[in-house]
């Protein structure tokens, strides 16, 4: 079998792209990876064929000059996924014609995808690996994106009714608008409905690597919807450090990490959680920088600090006990499926709604804030280690995420799906390549 793997220029989005490549190549599936250029040695080293596509470095665009807020989310939603959306369909075009692939598998935000999927012409299966919390529309007419947990009563829906109303007017219509003017610049009709729903509800299948009890109920799901646990990530080869022996010393070992794209200013979490636990000499504190120097830290370390630039996260985690994070859900999926509890503390891209699912879900705090003070973090901190319900309801998680096999699920997925073929439009529709049936 022939498979196209999409994955959009970021790190946390390649990576678990890279699993399913990986996977997919060892039972013996020809697969080619499309992204940008910047990914070809990390795709190749992973034993994968790669075709690049140019878009400038568009997926790590940041607005610097407004404040936090809809008009710099949108912006940088806009440059970093919509504008190279027609670039990268054309790549998949060519691909489609070049290659001939039995299935396309994209990343959630590899938003050329949503092109191929409007355009009437023939095309092979699509299946879409989500990377984020599921952002469908929700029934209780909150607005995707705040962070607000499920509505407890009629009068709180109403109030996340109005709520919404000014997120359509300032954000979701805007953007929905200038998608659906990019896709007709292309010859293409408009998105069925708002972008998140659409990303959700277009493709063939959807796949959402988590379990049902970390996501709200949205009442009866889309028929393609699936979720499929965590994808078991592969090792890193990554060399630990000088002192990773310290990690089995007997403390606690509490992490902390502002992730690989949300970590420009290390005084928005790092610094200040290393601060508030500082005279916590009762535990070990680890720090990674995402791969910014160590250097960048600013300040003499506390003596309880181990800091390195990457760490191996399928050997760290069995040995942490709290994550202090700002809230990537890659990280997040990883410590829940280990049983790490949790304190959460971002609000940029998806991070509010990641934010919102650790508070309600029961396995840690969410300080919903971009830059949480020395004090809410030595608090927090410290009532989520104190707590043992924090970590019995990791524990429940981590149960949860091991009886389901993501890779299982998967690999039954596409075969069943290079079957069947794609729907378009509400019907089963064959492509022929060279005479086989798709």
């Known amino acids: 079998m022939k498979i196209l793997i999409a994955a959009t220029p970021l790190t946390g989005h390649v990576n678990p792209m890279l699993a399913i490549g990986r996977l997919l190549a060892a039972r013996g599936d020809d697969v080619v990876v499309t992204s940008a250029e910047g990914f070809h040695r990390k795709i190749v080293a992973a034993g994968l064929r790669f075709v690049p596509y140019a878009d400038g470095g568009a997926a790590e665009f940041r607005e610097t000059t407004l404040p936090a807020g809809p008009e710099r989310y949108r912006i940088e939603f806009e440059r970093r996924f ?43 299966p699509i299946v879409t690996c989500n990377v984020s919390f599921l952002f469908l529309d929700r029934p209780d007419d909150a607005p995707v994106g705040l962070g607000l947990p499920p509505a407890r009563d009629a009068t709180e829906q109403t109030k996340y009714a109005a709520i919404k109303a000014i997120m359509d007017a300032a954000f979701v219509g805007p953007v929905r608008a200038y998608t659906d003017a990019t896709l007709a610049r292309m010859g293409l009709g408009p998105l069925p409905a708002a972008l998140p729903h659409s990303i959700v509800t277009l493709p063939d299948r959807f796949l959402q690597p988590t379990i049902p009890a970390f996501e709200y109920d949205y009442g009866t799901l889309p028929p393609g ?54 005279d916590r000499d009762d535990l070990l504190v680890v720090a990674t920088t995402g791969g910014r120097p160590v250097e960048a830290l600013r300040g003499p370390l506390p003596g309880n600090v181990r800091v390195s630039p990457f760490l ?3 050997a760290l985690l069995p040995k942490v006990s709290l994550l202090v994070t700002n809230g990537g859900y890659g990280s997040v999926s990883q410590a829940l499926a280990a049983g790490v509890p949790i304190v959460s503390a971002g609000l940029t891209e998806d991070k509010a709604e990641v934010g919102a699912r650790i508070g309600w879900s029961g396995v840690g705090l969410n300080l919903a804030t971009n830059t949480p003070t020395v004090e809410a973090l030595r608090d927090a901190i410290g009532t989520v280690l104190a707590d043992p319900t924090f970590r019995e309801r990791a524990a429940t998680m981590a149960h949860a995420f091991a009886q389901r096999d993501a890779m299982q699920e998967i690999l039954s997925t596409i075969d069943d799906l290079v079957e069947v073929g794609p729907t378009i439009f509400g019907a089963t529709a064959h492509i022929h390549h060279e005479g086989r049936s798709v």
């Open 312 to 314: 191996p996260f399928d």
């Open 82 to 124: 919509i504008d190279p959306m027609p670039i990268q369909a054309e790549a998949l075009r060519r691909l489609i014609e070049t290659e001939q692939p039995d299935i396309i598998v994209a990343g959630s935000m590899f938003l050329g995808i949503l092109p191929v999927l409007l355009d009437p012409r023939p095309r092979p």
């Open 225 to 278: 919807v699936r979720f499929i646990g965590l994808p078991p990530i592969p090792h890193a080869e990554i060399a630990v450090p000088e002192w990773w022996h310290e990690l089995d010393g007997g403390k606690p070992v509490v992490l902390v990490t502002q992730g690989t794209l949300a970590n420009a200013d290390f005084g928005e979490l790092i610094e200040p959680t290393l601060a508030a636990l500082a």
